[in-house]
Structures are given as C-alpha cells and as structure tokens.
C-alpha cells in the first residue's frame, strides 16, 4: 500500500463511520434539539483530551451561529469553574468511553443543579450515557489509527454530530445571513451586511469638493486637486447637489472646446444626471455592486441624503480598501 493510499484509507474510514452515525440518528436527536431549542440560559460543552477539543469547537460553531456557548474543562470544573453552570443552561458532553474520570467527577454536581445532559457517547452503556438525559449514538467500529488507539475516527463523529445539532438548530430558529454577519464583523461577509455607505465615504467641508455652477474650469480644478478624488460635487451654498463633474467630463470638455473651455463655467461642463447617487444609510456593497455593474463602470460617487443635500462622496478604492 502506497502512503496515498493509506491516506485515502483513513478518510474513507471517517466518511463510513459518519456516514453510519448518520444512519443511526432517531427521535433522540430530535429530543437533544428540543432541549438546546428551549435553552433560556446557554449551552455548557465539555470533555476531556481530544473529546474536549471538539467540545470546544462545537461551543464555537454553536455561538457563531446564534446559540451563546461556552467550553468548561472538567478539571477547572472541580476547583471553581462550575460556578458558570445555571439552572437553565444546557450541558453538551462528549466522551467516546463515557467513562472518563474527570468527567464522571463533575456530573454529581450537574445533576445537582438539574440541568439537561445531552451526551455523544461512543458507548451506550456507559455511566455517561446511563446519567443523561439524551445520548446521541457516536460508536465507532475503529479508529483511523493504524493500531486502533489514537483518538481520530471517535472525535471526526463527534465533531460530526455537533454540527448536526448547531446546524439544524439553526435552521430551526431561522437563523440568517444578517445574523451571522452580526456574530463575524470582521469577516467579508460580515462587513457585507454591516457596513454602510457612510461608514467608508468621505464626509466634511475639509474632504468633500464641492464648487458652485457658475465656477471656473480653474476653480474646478482646483478643488478637484486639493481633495484628491478625481471628481468634485456642483451645488449651491445650500450643498443640494446639482451635478457631477469628473476628471474624464473635464478631458471631455477639452477635447470638444480647446482654450474656450477656460471660459465655460460648471454648469456648462458638469453631468446633471450622474449615473450613481447613493445614500449614506444603504449597504455600502450594495454602493460596489451598483457602480461596477455598468458596462462603464464608476469609480466615483456622490452621496446625499433625503433632500438631496450632498454629505459625502465614495470611491470604489474606499470600498475595495475596506474588505468588500
């Protein structure tokens, strides 16, 4: 047997065994939804060694996705840690033997408090199982481990089984994509269904170029290269916006009109109608989005508010810059 091979053994090992947990699963998974779905406090997931490192991984996918979770290690669970655990909270726990010493040690305390026990068991007769309240099946016929000892195949189905639960109780709660976008700020798709328009643009008398209609093609030029954004706003003293003018309708300008377009004022040059004006309150991908689907796109944008007063302009760089 080649070393592809063996590794391809040991996957195909893993899939079976969840694929046979899959199989396997009845009116108690149903029951463990039922009593994570009525959680009023949070969910307590425990174990030790590598059953406590999927323990902790599946409190993890259980608060991102809309379930407050924490991990509690059996051994800090006995010298004070218990004092997390509430009558309304909910205990995960795994243990492929269900005879783990430190977790034994602490169920006394947790039937104590009357709190419900979902246990991933790989025995079924085990004190664990035999103590919870639910026992979802996690046997395994053997471990990926070429001598059969390293825990491997036991923790996969575990971790397995904990993303069933998380998964279908999310579903269950109709979790969305504005929920999790909530719980991930900092990723992509978080910041896709939080930022705003007026969280990336240029705002203030200081950033945003401005000049009135009957300005000179100097004068625009002048605001345009002091602000630096390659466009500057046409309004009145009441900033209600009244056109666009860009680098490109300055060329544009100049090509048609020579020398005569010093004599040409920003009424004459701007675009009365610019092709994108954004609010400042709209998703500022949804701003990407509507300036890069024109088959010219945009690289500039003017924002106003409700009475078309011009409060800031957006550049799709600004929007690039800030992860979307």
């Known amino acids: 047997m080649t070393w592809t091979e063996f590794a391809r053994e040991t996957l195909e090992v893993e899939a079976a065994a969840i694929s046979r947990a899959s199989a396997r699963l009845d009116d108690r998974f149903e029951r463990a939804l039922e009593l994570l779905d009525r959680c009023s406090g949070k969910v307590i997931t425990t174990g030790v060694g590598k059953s406590g490192m999927a323990a902790r991984k599946i409190a993890s996918t259980l608060t991102s996705t809309g379930c407050p979770a924490v991990f509690l290690h059996p051994s800090e669970a006995m010298h004070g840690d218990l004092g997390i655990v509430a009558r309304e909270d909910v205990v995960i726990a795994l243990s492929n033997s269900g005879e783990s010493d430190e977790l034994l040690a602490i169920l006394p305390a947790l039937l104590a408090r009357s709190v419900p026990i979902v246990a991933l068991a790989g025995n079924l007769n085990s004190t664990l199982a035999q103590k919870s309240d639910v026992v979802l099946d996690a046997t395994i016929e053997r471990e990926a ?178 992860g979307l």
């Open 145 to 322: 481990c070429p001598l059969n000892l390293a825990p491997t195949t036991s923790v996969i189905v575990a971790l397995a089984l904990g993303d069933a639960l998380a998964m279908t109780l999310q579903r269950r709660r109709g979790f969305r994509e504005e929920d999790y976008a909530l719980n991930h700020p900092g990723g992509r798709l978080g910041r896709r269904l939080t930022l705003h328009v007026r969280d990336v643009m240029r705002a203030g008398d200081d950033n945003v170029p401005v000049v009135k209609p009957d300005a000179g093609l100097m004068e625009i030029l002048r605001e345009i290269s002091a602000k630096g954004l390659g466009a500057t706003c046409v309004a009145q003293d009441d900033w209600i916006l009244s056109g666009l003018i860009t680098d490109h309708d300055i060329r544009k300008t100049l090509e048609q009109h020579g020398t005569a377009a010093l004599e040409l004022a920003a009424r004459d040059i701007m675009n009365d109608s610019p092709a994108v004006v954004l609010d400042p309150d709209q998703l500022a991908f949804e701003a990407l989005q509507r300036m890069e689907e024109r088959a010219r796109p945009i690289s500039i944008a003017p924002v106003v508010d409700r009475a078309r007063k011009c409060v800031g302009m957006l550049r799709v760089h600004d929007l690039v810059r800030a």
